[in-house]
Antibody, heavy 127, light 111 residues
Framework: QITLKESGPTVVKPTQTLTLTCTFS??????????VGWIRRPPGKALEYLAL???????RYNPSLKSRLTITKDTSKNQVVLTMTNMDPLDTATYYC???????????????????WGQGTTVTVSS | DIVMTQSPLSLPVSPGEPASISCRSN???????????LDWYLQKPGKSPQLLIY???NRASGVPDRFSGSGSDTDFTLKISRVEVEDVGVYYC?????????FGQGTKVDI
């Protein structure tokens, strides 16, 4: 059974750096095709993709936030860490990490959605 | 970035009645492997989003068969054959054809 859980501060001040950790179990991020993504939902707004890291270390960022984001993985700890610099009140949101699913069809693995999500962690940016 | 547009944005429904949500992209979601990279997610009140449908029409594990997805290229639809009270929440389409993955604005379904 795959589970993910986000952790980090609930309040940060403007201009500070946010560090969020996604601790997961039930899969290995070193296995081919695996990935973990970060998505957020600001209050009253839609879901927004932030970043994704693949089993091979390939990282894909939202270009609108790329200069502020860093995603890393620690396979031995089963963790993915997202840092976001220069926090602003507009970054107030619930932040989720999610497992990028894969399924085998024939001899190849194919994408099968963000199939398991963490419970989310709410971050408020306020002085 | 690929822009995803959902309609309607609000959908009042009655239990037992069908419901349908449209999602359009401004670029084709067809991958070279022949699959359209379009998912549907539901975020119930106070809960994390959950995967309903991936690659247009594949139901995720545990998703009731009253949910179905269809479409191709740039035009997609999620249908609920008979709405149940537990189906209320915000429905999102998401394209995974290219990063950044992008979501629609969300469709709020309530009874």
């Amino acid at each position: 059974q795959i589970t993910l859980k986000e952790s980090g501060p609930t309040v940060v001040k403007p201009t500070q750096t946010l560090t969020l950790t996604c601790t997961f179990s039930g899969f290995s991020l070193s296995a081919s095709g695996m990935g973990v993504g970060w998505i957020r939902r600001p209050p009253g707004k839609a879901l927004e993709y932030l970043a994704l890291i693949f089993w091979d270390g390939d990282s894909r960022y939202n270009p609108s936030l790329k200069s502020r984001l860093t995603i890393t993985k620690d396979t031995s700890k089963n963790q993915v860490v997202l840092t976001m610099t220069n926090m602003d009140p507009l970054d107030t949101a619930t932040y989720y990490c999610a497992h990028r699913g894969r399924e085998i069809r024939g001899v190849q693995y194919y994408y099968s959605g963000l199939d398991v999500w963490g419970q989310g962690t709410t971050v408020t940016v306020s002085s | 970035d690929i822009v995803m547009t959902q309609s309607p944005l609000s959908l009042p429904v009655s239990p037992g009645e069908p419901a349908s949500i449209s999602c359009r992209s401004n670029q084709s979601l067809l991958h070279d492997n022949g699959y359209n990279y379009l998912d549907w997610y539901l975020q119930k009140p106070g809960k994390s989003p959950q995967l309903l449908i991936y690659l247009v029409s594949n139901r995720a594990s545990g998703v009731p068969d009253r949910f179905s997805g269809s479409g191709s290229d740039t035009d997609f639809t999620l249908k609920i054959s008979r709405v149940e009270v537990e189906d209320v929440g915000v429905y999102y389409c998401m394209q995974a054809r290219q990063t950044p993955w992008t979501f629609g604005q969300g469709t709020k379904v309530d009874i």
